[in-house]
């Protein structure tokens, strides 16, 4: 069993997020979703880990629940559920203070800069994102 900490990820609107209904466009959640996971990723990864791995998405599962606006401030809360070989499952919540926006399940692939192809990452670099629970 581990227990993953959340991980806050400020959110910045541009005036092009805003969609012809005068509320954000769809696309830019997934642009938030990769911003916030590859934030996470680059929080608590040794800089060598960086340095060497880069994060693709594979999918993406958006509940949207309520519309964001220019002007507003929301939060992606990003927490790592999984990792199984080289792929990491993701749950981000988009929050507008208490409010929920959109809930985001995502799958991404761990990919070897060099070579770009999958790779696993090692059990001590899985333990800074999920610990061992007591």
Known sequence: MTTASPHQFAIQIDPADIDFMGHVNNASYLKWVQDAV???????APAE???????V???HEITYRRPTFLGDTPIAHVVLEKVQGARAMY?????????????VQSSWCCIDAATLRPARLARDLIELFLPPAD
């Open 91 to 103: 749950q981000t919540v988009i929050k507008r203070g208490e409010e929920v926006l959109a809930e």
């Open 49 to 55: 880990a960086v340095a060497q791995h880069l994060w």
């Open 38 to 44: 590859i934030d996470h990723w680059r929080a608590l």
């Open 57 to 59: 998405a594979l999918k």
